[in-house]
């Protein structure tokens, strides 16, 4: 709390709040016995990529401390269509397409092709990452 009040962030704790399936399975599978403190912190989707890179540098010395700092889930998602996909399926292509972008983009250090990845990065409106969206289940 006090690196992002350093930052200029408005943050505020939860303490009652548990952890999404987002944080959960992966920790469960990297930690099974819960011997760890974990906090989460949410993605705010009505602020953008530029938010969300100011926030990751506020809390970036944790590292310099030992702190693991795990960003979990995916860079498509768009409910409604993966749901018409068998588990066993081969991705659809936009969706394999903006996962290499994204995968070279972030690999070879494009900030500014990532802050401004609606417009970059291809069929980024179709994979509904969450930062472009204010309706992230129903929106076409």
């Known amino acids: 709390m ?30 099974p016995e819960a011997d760890i403190p974990v906090i ?3 993605v705010q989707t009505e602020l953008d990529a530029q938010h969300h890179l100011e926030l990751g540098r506020a809390l970036a ?10 960003g979990s889930g995916g ?5 409604p269509e993966i749901y018409n ?9 936009y969706a394999m ?10 690999t070879t250090g494009q ?8 417009n970059e990065g291809p069929s980024a409106s179709r994979n509904h990452p969450y930062l472009s969206i204010s309706c ?5």
């Open 2 to 31: 006090s690196l992002l009040s350093q930052a200029g962030f408005k943050a505020q704790t939860h303490p009652a709040r548990g952890l999404d399936h987002g944080a959960w399975v992966p920790l469960m599978l990297m930690y």
């Open 85 to 93: 996909y068998d588990v066993d399926s081969v991705p659809p292509d």
């Open 97 to 106: 397409e903006f996962d290499a972008w994204l995968k070279e983009a972030i």
């Open 136 to 140: 992230p289940f129903l929106c076409p």
């Open 75 to 79: 860079a498509t998602h768009k409910l």
């Open 40 to 42: 989460r912190l949410s």
């Open 61 to 70: 010395p944790l590292r310099e401390n030992g702190v693991l700092i795990l």
């Open 111 to 118: 900030e500014v092709a990532l802050l401004n990845y609606q």
